[in-house]
């Protein structure tokens, strides 16, 4: 595996955007762009953004990291539920089916954690009753296990507005997924959650919480964007976990949290410009998300050093 060191000096310059020539309208996205071709949806990931949104090129190699373990993830997932994936032919871009997005992003949860104001764990610690509509059994300390995984949905709130908490009953009461969707959502998520915990247990991981994206595709459900990657979930690690319980310690994370934590050390709240991350800081950052893509998929990361236009220009010729 590339050290951190290697990975800290490995990207000179931050990919912000993958130039490919005669491609149809671009619609920029927070760590990807968008392309339509023919009826096909072109998704091209970069490096440009991570945590709060801000931090440009804070993690080399971040986009190839998640694009490539998406799309190991759509495969492996692809007897639980569909998804808009159609091939990955170079480790910048994936190319995918148009989806519709459901307006509800939902975070299944096996441990009752997090940082943030929306969190479990502040809602539950704040004695908000019945937080996201679940009922919790009293006494639970930071960190615990769930008694079974949990849904809270959110909606998907437009830049500069928060997310705004839902309960599963106010998804179908709102009229923002049909009845028989989210049926169909629940189900697949859940499976898919118990999926990826029982792969992260085996490479000595464990998967914490994850957020899935569903959109429909020709009517039926699919999954979209990205998925059980270390920027839409949160990993800890299996051997050092019950060591962080005994001392009241946060367990060692590999994904983007580990970068959170780092600004609330720095006293950044995500207000304003965030600092800038140090070269070592970033390089074992990096390293983190590397781990995770090694550990899941059991191959060796593989970085591209450019993207390779002519590669993908040849992949899209069949969607024309």
Avoid at 52 to 68: E, S, T
Avoid at 161 to 181: M, S
Avoid at 214 to 233: K, M, N, Q, R, Y
Wanted: neutral net charge; charged residues 25%; proline residues 8%.
């Amino acid at each position: 595996m590339l050290t951190p060191a290697d990975l800290a000096a490995s990207l000179p310059d931050v990919l912000t955007r993958v130039d490919v020539p005669n491609l149809g309208p671009r619609y920029a996205g927070k760590v990807r762009d968008s392309y339509v071709v023919g009826n096909r949806r072109v998704l091209i990931t970069t490096d440009r953004i991570s945590a709060f949104d801000r931090v440009v090129g804070a993690i080399p190699f971040k986009g190839q990291v998640l694009n490539q373990l998406s799309a190991w993830w759509f495969n492996e997932l692809k007897d639980v539920v569909a998804s808009h994936l159609i091939s990955v032919p170079d480790p910048n871009v994936t190319i995918a089916r148009e989806a519709e997005a459901l307006p509800v992003e939902v975070v299944v949860r096996g441990h009752i954690t997090g940082i943030t104001s929306t969190s479990l764990w502040t809602l539950y610690s704040q004695g908000v009753d019945r937080p996201y509509g679940l009922d919790l059994p009293r006494g639970m300390r930071k960190n615990d296990a769930l008694p079974a995984p949990a849904i809270t949905p959110t909606t998907k709130a437009a830049a500069g507005h928060r997310d705004e908490r839902l309960t599963e009953a106010e998804v179908v009461e709102r009229g923002l997924v049909a009845p028989h969707i989210w049926r169909q959502v629940r189900s697949a998520a859940l499976a898919a959650f118990q999926r990826g915990q029982r792969r992260a247990a085996a490479s000595g991981l464990m998967l914490v919480d994850t957020k899935y994206e569903f959109g429909l595709i020709d009517g039926e459900i699919a999954l979209i964007d990205e998925v059980h990657t270390p920027d839409c979930s949160r990993y800890w690690s299996r051997f050092g976990f019950e060591a962080a319980r005994e001392t009241g310690a946060e367990p060692d994370s590999f994904d983007k949290e580990h970068l959170r934590l780092w600004f609330v050390r720095q006293g950044y709240k995500g207000d304003g410009m965030p600092p800038a991350l140090p070269p070592d800081f970033a390089g074992d950052l990096a390293s983190r998300y590397v781990s995770v893509y090694e550990r899941i998929t059991g191959l060796p990361f593989q970085p591209a050093a450019s993207p390779a236009g002519p590669r993908i220009c040849k992949a899209l010729e069949t969607f024309r």
